[in-house]
């Protein structure tokens, strides 16, 4: 539809667009990866040498229309730093990053849901201040610092966990998911507490609802009424929120995978702004943008889905 | 019901009020020199002396909190004054005119919000070098993106609307309906995404500075003494966890207490 | 109807938690045990032959296997088991031989003779010939870090199929040193395919987890003891601890005390040096650091032990020149006494050169060496006292080596000089008004003179004589404030023994063994 080709075109100008700005920066901030291979041996010599090698003195243009060439044919390039294809090196890191992703986006939904219907069912009643309070509390802790209090309790004192002890899907798939457990939580609560007050919100907007009423006096019971019904159109809102919130994930990655030493797609991002290496830099934040464009996308695609009558211009 | 809603009131109130009284006399006086080592007092633990015990070089928690956490107010209040400010004028903008303007401001729109704030300032902060200022520039252009689209969709459903219609029949000027008119009705909408703003401002700022990007050593910031602190978890845990709960406390109280505002 | 709902999942989360802990927590101890380990016997602290470890490092090998390439000191510590050159050095600093299995040294360091080891192997099974030799030293010459040496080769030939003649352009009697350099097989493309001949072979790397190798049994010399080695990378410091604690990790270098300390239920510490020279470096053609006076009250205001007591629990050893101890031979230790602290002169100084209320400068250092962020922190505080003001500045590494180093923009940086051989000039070289690495821009006339009587003597113990007079002109000219040479602290699993602190950055694996 022409619909689907109009996003798809902008989608592609913004890639361009973020593409060429990342390469921009990288050729404005000072350092290359040529000094950073080269480190405190470097002589001015060797260091234009290694450049001439890895083609880093070739006009900005070129070098641009190259790489983009390239990408779009589906070679990311080489990695300066480990002189291996782009592609392979981040589709493994990817792998750990997206398995934490889904993992604390499983816990948000499995979560959010039934304690956001619990609470609107129990509005304004003692268990519904005391858990919205709580709420409140768990988005006000930064996912690091849930992730340093975690490492404290369960990992130093309860010691169910070695933090710092990744292990990778090769060694052991059980240990694997077991550990990504821990930081997948550790994202996820802030997030699911931030569910729970938008759909919890939304839920006690449609209680007002007529068709509520209507429905229960044809003796439906609550669980349907709140789980059918109103669960349908009360989800509405937070789609977007969720949507963001896999997007949120991925992007805040880098520190939660600081806290807790995973080798997933954050720390590669920032090890390689350090070391220059910019075809790896630039593959992570495209195929991050790519990411964050299409759920923006998809959730103004459900918006049309679940009501035609919604227009999606406004 | 109503005495329950102001008991939340309360204690938000109070809370926020405590933190950031505490911040500004912070400013004026702490009880130690937040950046004076004492050697003797190398990780002691919370005493009467020093209520949020000592880090590795026998500084003074407590006062290095209330300069930490005076950094992260400041980085927080101005990302969320430029975000709101810029945002509020290309939301108008884009909102009330419209057309091809709108279209592609909003398509440059959603190029910088596809950006994760995290990567903008590493970005930026690679460029522009690592100081305060840096940082609130960046974290500051990545919120303008949800600022400008809330605004707009706020101003698209006040452009048709009866009053402002009435107006432009009455030869009102374009900007005066903006400001005059259309504006007042967005400020609720617009303090609560504020609200939101300030506090996700006050993490992004904790986490840039977790990842050592943002104030430098030896000054205090929250997010660093957290970060720095993790590898004397096992000896010395107040060293982390007193800086963090600061900025929960902070978070928590700004947000309870902006909850409130929004409900009445 | 809801509250049944909520409470039958609360209790399936529960069980599930349960289950996956109960599950986790065997898991755990199942990783923790050793291989391939023998039955118990009485003897402890023994020997024993076989079993693997894992190494921590701080650093994945960002610039390459291929070790006439490879810079950093870290990459050079993990290939020394995997390459060697025609010598090699050992724990003492001595050079022994390794590929060559002879040498003569002829015409006053001119001449250079190698007998080729008979039966020498590469890791893939070939022979090493008198090509690979010669293949090698040429390259040498067009690569890496140490081409200003190799190209004062004039020839290297092969004189039989066993013996190769390296004739040099200039005598230079420290030659040799710089033959730890590794010989590779010829025309092979070792970044790709690590080939050596050393104890360990190149197996596997996992960029940003580890690098796996395995005991090499053809190894000319003794045969190593452990099986296979891994090295993980750890970047984030903060879990070090944690990882020797839970056994994820048996062996770490560098530690600071604070680390150490504790893991010392189980853990062995050895204490060593982090052969560094760290110092405060002064960009000496910036204002005010081109007067000597005020480079000289720099150096009386500072308290190198103190530093070392915040940050290494006072471990560590103070050094007054661009020399650590472990250089032996060379090391002047009566120049750590030239500037001990006196507040008094350090301020008199100040006023002599025309700055009677101090001055403000910035010392950058590069974000990634915790050590050298907490020295800069520390001199802050000291130069305050003299009414120096002092202000931080991190900068990435990248942006530390491009402006710092390279372009030489800066007021003064905390940093760790390491030496890159075995020789005297290893350290002293860079201070040569001409020098390409002379990044604190000295230019003291005296010295490159007294540099230059180095080259021309082959008399060894005139050029030691010569070196020190080197250090003592740098430290009387105040050319930087040296601070200190870092306390190392290793933990090494109290399963293993036989770790060796040597002079430069090496880690000899194929003297660790588990004990029985």
């Excluded at chain 3, 024993?48 to 610039?63: A, F, H, K, R, T």
């Excluded at chain 3, 080891?117 to 090698?136: A, N, P, Q």
């Excluded at chain 3, 003891?225 to 601890?241: A, M, R, S």
């Excluded at chain 3, 480079?295 to 205001?301: D, E, P, V």
Aim: charged share 20%; proline share 4%.
């Amino acid at each position: 539809m022409k619909y689907i080709l109009k996003k798809t075109g902008f989608l592609v100008i913004t890639l361009l667009v973020i593409s060429f700005i990342t390469f921009l920066a990288f050729n404005i901030i000072p350092g290359d990866a040529a000094l950073s291979k080269l480190g405190t041996e470097a002589t001015v010599d060797q260091v234009n040498m290694l450049r001439e090698e890895l083609g880093l003195n070739a006009p900005f243009f070129s070098r641009y229309l190259s790489w983009l060439g390239g990408f779009i044919g589906g070679d990311f390039g080489i990695s300066f730093s480990y002189m291996i294809p782009v592609k392979e090196l981040i589709s493994g890191k990817f792998m750990i990053t997206i398995t934490m992703t889904i993992m604390a986006f499983v816990f948000i939904i499995l979560f959010s849901i039934p304690i956001a219907v619990f609470t609107a069912y129990k509005e304004n009643k003692i268990v519904d201040r005391v858990i919205t309070f709580l709420n409140q509390l768990f988005m006000s802790i930064p996912g690091f610092f849930l992730g340093i209090l975690i490492t404290f309790i369960f990992g130093l004192t309860f010691k169910i966990f070695m933090p710092g002890a990744y292990i990778s899907m090769q060694e052991n798939i059980g240990q694997y998911f077991y550990y990504l457990l821990f930081p997948s939580v550790a994202m996820a609560i802030p997030k699911t507490a931030m569910g729970v007050k938008i759909l919890r919100s939304s839920l006690i907007e449609e209680k007002k609802k007529r068709y509520v009423r209507a429905a229960r006096s044809r003796g439906n019971s609550n669980l349907r009424i709140y789980g059918v019904y109103m669960l349908k159109n009360a989800v509405i809102p937070v789609l977007t929120f969720w949507a963001m919130t896999i997007a949120d994930l991925i992007a805040n990655s880098v520190i939660i995978e600081r806290v807790f030493s995973i080798p997933g797609i954050g720390t590669l991002l920032v090890s390689s702004i350090a070391n220059r290496d910019f075809a790896v830099v630039q593959a992570i934040i495209i195929i991050i943008a790519v990411i964050i464009i299409v759920m923006n996308y998809l959730v103004d695609l459900l918006y049309k889905i679940i009501d035609p009558r919604i227009d999606l211009k406004n | 019901m109503h005495k329950k809603k102001l008991k939340i009131n309360k204690f938000g109130a109070i809370l926020s009020f405590v933190i950031v009284l505490m911040i500004i006399i912070g400013i004026f006086a702490t009880p130690y020199d937040p950046n004076k080592m004492d050697a003797a007092s190398k990780f002691s633990a919370p005493s009467i002396n020093h209520i949020f015990g000592c880090d590795q070089f026998g500084r003074d928690i407590f006062s290095r909190v209330l300069v930490g956490g005076r950094t992260t107010l400041l980085v927080g209040g101005c990302t969320v004054l430029i975000g709101a400010f810029f945002g509020m004028i290309l939301g108008a903008i884009t909102g009330f005119i419209g057309g091809i303007v709108d279209e592609i401001l909003m398509r440059i729109n959603d190029v910088v919000a596809s950006f994760p704030s995290i990567l903008l300032a590493l970005v930026f902060i690679s460029l522009l070098g690592p100081n305060t200022g840096n940082v609130i520039l960046a974290l500051g252009i990545a919120f303008i993106p949800s600022f400008a689209r809330i605004v707009r969709s706020e101003f698209i459903k006040y452009k048709d609307a009866d009053f402002v219609k009435s107006a432009k029949l009455m030869k009102v000027g374009k900007i005066r309906i903006l400001f005059v008119h259309i504006m007042p009705n967005i400020m609720p909408t617009m303090l609560a995404t504020a609200a939101i703003g300030f506090n996700n401002a006050v993490l992004a700022e904790a986490g840039m500075s977790y990842l050592g990007i943002g104030v430098m050593p030896p000054d205090a910031s929250l997010g660093r003494m957290m970060s720095e602190s993790q590898a004397y978890l096992s000896v010395a845990p107040w060293c982390a966890i007193f800086p963090g709960l600061f900025i929960v406390l902070m978070i928590l109280g700004f947000s309870l207490l902006s909850e409130s505002l929004n409900r009445k | 109807m809801k509250k049944l709902n909520i409470k039958k999942l609360l209790v399936l989360l529960l069980a599930t938690v349960v289950v996956i802990a109960l599950n986790g927590c065997s898991g755990d101890k199942q990783t923790s045990e050793v291989e391939d380990s023998s039955s118990s016997s009485q003897n402890l602290n023994e020997p024993q032959m076989g079993g693997s470890i894992v190494v921590g490092i701080p650093q994945d090998i960002e610039d390459s296997l291929d070790p006439h390439v490879a810079v950093a000191a870290g990459t050079s510590e993990i290939l020394f088991n995997v390459y060697e050159g025609l010598v090699k050095p050992d724990k003492d600093g001595n050079l022994i031989d390794a590929v060559a299995s002879e040498h003569e040294i002829k015409d006053a360091g001119k001449k250079y003779i190698f007998t080729l080891r008979e039966g020498i192997k590469f890791h893939d099974g070939s022979l090493v010939t008198v090509d690979d030799i010669i293949y090698s030293i040429k390259n040498l010459a067009d690569v890496g870090k140490m081409t200003s040496v190799f190209s004062n080769v004039e020839k290297v030939e092969a004189i039989d199929d066993k013996t190769v003649e390296i004739t040099l352009k200039e005598a230079d009697t420290e030659f040799l040193a710089f033959l730890t350099s590794a010989i590779v097989p010829k025309d092979t493309d070792v970044a790709k395919n690590p080939i050596g001949t050393g104890p360990y072979k190149y197996i596997s790397r996992n960029p940003g987890e580890n690098i796996i190798m395995e005991k090499f049994v053809d190894y000319w010399g003794d045969e190593a003891y452990l099986d296979k080695i891994t090295y993980k990378i750890i970047t984030d410091g903060n879990v070090i601890v944690t990882n020797l604690k839970s056994g994820s990790i048996d062996l770490f270098q560098r530690l600071t005390t604070s680390q150490s300390s504790q893991v010392e239920d189980i853990c062995d510490i050895y204490e060593g040096t982090m052969n560094l020279v760290q110092a405060l470096y002064l960009n000496n053609k910036v204002k005010p650091f081109d007067d000597v006076k005020v480079r000289q009250a720099l150096c009386y205001a500072v308290n190198p032990q103190e530093i070392m007591d915040f940050i290494s629990d006072g471990k560590g050893v103070e050094i007054g020149s661009s020399m650590f101890p472990t250089f032996g031979k060379y090391y002047v230790p009566e120049l750590t006494k030239t500037y001990d602290v006196n507040i008094e002169k350090a301020k008199s100084l100040l006023v002599e050169a025309g700055y009677p209320d101090g001055f403000e400068f910035t010392i950058t250092v590069p974000s990634n060496y915790q050590p050298h962020v907490d020295t800069a922190q520390v001199l802050v505080e000291q130069f305050a006292k003299i009414g120096v003001t002092a202000k931080i500045q991190t900068v990435e590494w990248a942006s530390w080596l491009s402006d710092v180093y390279m372009a030489r923009d800066y007021d003064s940086t905390v940093i760790g000089v390491d030496a890159s051989s075995l020789t005297g000039r290893a350290l002293l070289e860079r201070f040569l008004s001409t020098a390409g690495n002379n990044f604190i821009n000295y230019n003291n006339s005296t010295y490159d003179e007294v540099y230059s009587k180095i080259r021309k003597t082959s008399d060894e113990n005139e050029q030691v004589e010569l070196y020190k007079e080197l250090q003592k002109i740098l430290s009387e000219d105040a050319a930087n404030v040296y601070i200190q040479d870092m306390a190392n602290m290793v933990a090494l699993n109290k399963k293993y023994g036989g770790y060796e602190f040597y002079p430069l950055y090496v880690l000899d694996m194929s003297k660790i063994y588990l004990k029985k």
